[in-house]
């Protein structure tokens, strides 16, 4: 997938790309590599142009596992996707182009 990063999830049973082609993220099972869904981030609409997508970017996983950020380079925002459904269940507003993300778990 051509503009896409794979990031394994923390328990090792599935595997997150995202596309910037398709304005998307994905989930496959390991190791078949079947889809188990995929989930759109936002998207801008301006009439008589054509949607303008986040451009999603780098991501990360929530120290649980159950939550995915995904940073919408273009949107000056991260989106928090439930790592189940998967769909977007908060916005967070950041400063320009988020991209490269992690997750710190301090003691």
């Known amino acids: 997938m051509r503009g896409?990063?794979?990031?394994?999830?923390?328990?090792?049973?599935?595997?997150?790309?995202?596309?910037v082609l398709t304005n998307a993220v994905f989930e496959y099972s390991l190791p078949d590599l079947k889809v188990l869904g995929?989930?759109?981030v936002p998207t801008l609409e301006v009439e008589g142009r054509h949607p303008i997508g986040a451009v999603p970017d780098w991501l990360t996983f929530g120290p649980d596992?159950?939550?995915?950020?995904?940073a919408n380079s273009s949107f000056r925002s991260v989106s928090a996707m439930d790592a189940k459904t998967p769909r977007e269940v908060a916005r967070i507003r950041v400063d320009e182009v988020p991209k490269r993300m992690n997750t710190l778990v301090a003691p």
């Open 4 to 19: 896409a990063f794979k990031y394994a999830a923390p328990e090792g049973k599935a595997l997150w790309v995202n596309s």
């Open 38 to 40: 995929y989930a759109q």
């Open 65 to 70: 596992s159950q939550t995915v950020y995904i």
